[in-house]
């Protein structure tokens, strides 16, 4: 055979073989998909950069400089901490961090309390019990502003349905012993229908494998309840335990709606402070201050709840 003649031949043997070809092929769709993701996620990434991003890095620059709304955008003097040091030696939003703290940690045990109590009726099956079902909802759907407002008109000392019930002229929301009292009362009313669907979720998955073996060995309701419902639904628990907290902490609609902070700042919590920090004094600084201050404490509560879970599901 000549030198041409191999020449000719020698491509063909070293084509690659149809599982080498598959292979390659193989390789490159996986390349493909590692660059699909990125390039997918990025429009995404950067709109929210864009959206949430740069407000809290400009919020971030506020709050360690004197900004005043007739300065430039970055022409604020740098002040360090001054903000921060006049937060903590500020009375009101001193007491608005005890009041944001005993609201919410009120809110949530009622949520939570009243939530597994309407869950376990809501379990049981009994006639139309579908029907209650759905008209636990209700609450939930009504826009927390509008809610709050219809519990104000409710709640009025002259024309209000409340009073009428009661027979007595009582100003609910203009009394400091009983603004917050009617604000809890309303937000209980609105978010607890949240808790009992997540609750009453995980009691309709839970296996009944234990419960039978329970009464089998002759345990009553209540043993069965405490050894093992509660310890089959503290995921659920604790999953309800971690939002309400957090929106708790954050609660502004139904108080903006129905006090506005007052009356003599009883119901003036975080939220409350800094918007009329921000929105109503215009001290842009001292209010972006406060809600880093606020996000740092949310955090914290996040952190902490996560641990916790984490250690449930490590043991």
């Not at 709109?47 to 430039?72: E, K, N």
Request: net charge positive.
């Amino acid at each position: 055979m000549s030198d041409g003649t191999r020449l000719a031949r020698r491509p063909f043997a070293f084509a690659p073989s149809p599982a080498g070809r598959a292979e390659a092929m193989r390789g490159r769709s996986l390349s493909l998909d590692r660059w699909f993701t990125p390039l997918a996620v990025l429009p995404t990434f950067v709109v929210m950069i864009g959206i949430f991003g740069l407000p809290l890095l400009f919020s971030l620059y506020l709050s360690f400089t004197g900004w005043a709304p007739g300065r430039d955008l970055l022409g604020g003097e740098f002040v360090g901490l001054a903000n921060y040091e006049d937060l903590l030696a500020d009375p009101v939003f001193l007491g608005s961090l005890g009041i944001t703290f005993g609201y919410t940690a009120a809110a949530v045990a009622a949520q939570l309390a009243l939530g597994l109590a309407i869950a376990l009726l809501l379990n049981v099956d009994l006639p139309h019990m579908r029907a209650f079902r759905t008209a636990l909802v209700l609450p939930m759907m009504v826009t927390p502003i509008v809610g709050a407002l219809c519990w104000k008109l409710l709640l009025d000392p002259s024309h209000g349905v409340i009073n009428h019930w009661i027979g007595e002229r009582i100003v609910w929301l203009g009394q400091p012993g009983t603004a917050l009292a009617a604000v809890w009362v309303v937000n209980v009313w609105h978010s607890t229908p949240y808790v009992a669907l997540i609750l009453l979720a995980g009691l309709r998955s839970l296996p009944s494998e234990p419960g039978e073996a329970a009464a089998i060995d002759g345990a009553s309701r209540w043993q069965m309840f405490r050894h093992v419902t509660l310890p089959l639904l503290r995921p659920y628990l604790l999953v309800a335990l971690l939002l309400r907290t957090i929106f708790e902490f954050r609660a502004f609609d139904n108080i903006y709606a129905m006090t506005g902070g007052g009356p003599a700042n009883s119901t003036m919590v975080l939220s409350m402070f800094t918007y009329l920090t921000t929105f109503v004094r215009f001290d842009f600084s001292l209010g972006a201050a406060a809600s880093w201050l606020m996000l740092l404490m949310a955090m914290l509560i996040c952190l902490f709840f996560i641990a916790v879970i984490r250690r449930r599901d490590a043991h």
